[in-house]
């Protein structure tokens, strides 16, 4: 297994980094082979340019400037998104990711007919393990576009029986050590039933102290 985890948050002491380190974690173990992008770390630039646009469907150079994301992408059988939910979506660093990187002849070919030609067959396991400032219900009855972009949008691009999984820590203001410190368990579970993993494997001692670190939950 081949798995590439597109990290985004602008703290590395943030509870996203310990979800982050738990996936990670919990990946080494089911002996996967692991890549991380981490996009405030890397100093990913999400902006889609004037000279982007312009060369977006021309797949001889549109992914000039990004090929090590490209790579990446093109290398895993297993993606994975690691991320807070802000205004109820994607923050703008990862929205900004999908838009220079899941580009024509990379993601998906341009039609012939009415709809695009997905690209991204490779991919088997497609995962979101997010946080979110607001309830469960109340991020429902928005539409949980964030959701709605990976397991949706980018799903329809993955191979036919893609696999998927979802997690998120709702209410991540009123959360406290005892339920940061649940969630971190369940983010193991959840993904070792997205990879197929044995059940003994759990995420390494120590990952759950970091939920109860002093520095407030940030989403």
Same mark, same amino acid.
């Given at each position: 297994? #081949?798995?590439?985890?597109?990290?985004?948050?602008?703290?590395?002491?943030? *509870?996203?980094?310990?979800?982050?380190?738990?996936? !990670?974690?919990?990946?080494?173990?089911?002996?996967?082979?692991?890549?991380?992008?981490?996009?405030?770390?890397? @100093?990913?630039?999400?902006?889609?340019?004037?000279?982007?646009?312009?060369?977006?469907?021309?797949?001889?150079?549109?992914?000039? @400037?990004?090929?090590?994301?490209?790579?990446?992408?093109?290398?895993?059988?297993?993606?994975?998104? !690691?991320?807070?939910?802000?205004?109820?979506?994607?923050?703008?660093?990862? #929205?900004?990711?999908?838009?220079? !990187?899941?580009?024509?002849?990379?993601?998906?070919?341009?039609?012939?007919?009415?709809?695009?030609?997905?690209?991204?067959?490779?991919? #088997?396991?497609?995962?979101? *393990?997010?946080?979110?400032?607001?309830?469960?219900? =109340?991020?429902?009855?928005? @539409?949980?576009? @964030?959701?709605?972009?990976?397991?949706?949008?980018?799903?329809? =691009?993955?191979?036919?029986?893609?696999?998927?999984? *979802?997690?998120?820590?709702?209410?991540?203001?009123?959360?406290?050590?005892?339920?940061?410190?649940?969630?971190?368990?369940?983010?193991?579970? #959840?993904?070792?039933?997205?990879?197929?993993?044995?059940?003994?494997?759990?995420?390494?001692?120590?990952?759950?102290?970091?939920?109860?670190?002093?520095?407030?939950?940030?989403?």
């Amino acid at each position: 297994m #081949k798995a590439l985890v597109v990290f985004c948050h602008p703290n590395p002491a943030s *509870f996203n980094a310990a979800v982050l380190k738990t996936v !990670v974690s919990t990946l080494e173990q089911a002996k996967a082979d692991v890549q991380v992008i981490d996009l405030y770390r890397d @100093g990913f630039d999400p902006a889609l340019c004037l000279k982007d646009w312009q060369r977006y469907e021309d797949c001889s150079c549109n992914t000039n @400037g990004i090929e090590p994301h490209v790579a990446a992408l093109r290398w895993c059988d297993t993606l994975l998104f !690691v991320y807070p939910t802000w205004w109820y979506g994607l923050p703008a660093v990862l #929205k900004g990711w999908c838009d220079r !990187v899941l580009v024509p002849g990379v993601a998906f070919e341009m039609p012939t007919g009415n709809d695009i030609e997905p690209s991204l067959g490779h991919i #088997k396991r497609l995962g979101v *393990f997010t946080t979110c400032g607001a309830s469960r219900w =109340l991020t429902f009855f928005i @539409g949980a576009p @964030g959701r709605r972009t990976i397991l949706r949008g980018i799903r329809l =691009l993955c191979a036919r029986r893609c696999r998927t999984a *979802f997690l998120a820590h709702y209410l991540m203001d009123a959360s406290t050590a005892q339920s940061r410190s649940r969630h971190l368990d369940r983010v193991a579970r #959840k993904l070792q039933r997205l990879i197929g993993a044995p059940r003994h494997i759990q995420a390494q001692d120590g990952l759950e102290d970091q939920s109860h670190s002093p520095t407030p939950p940030i989403r």
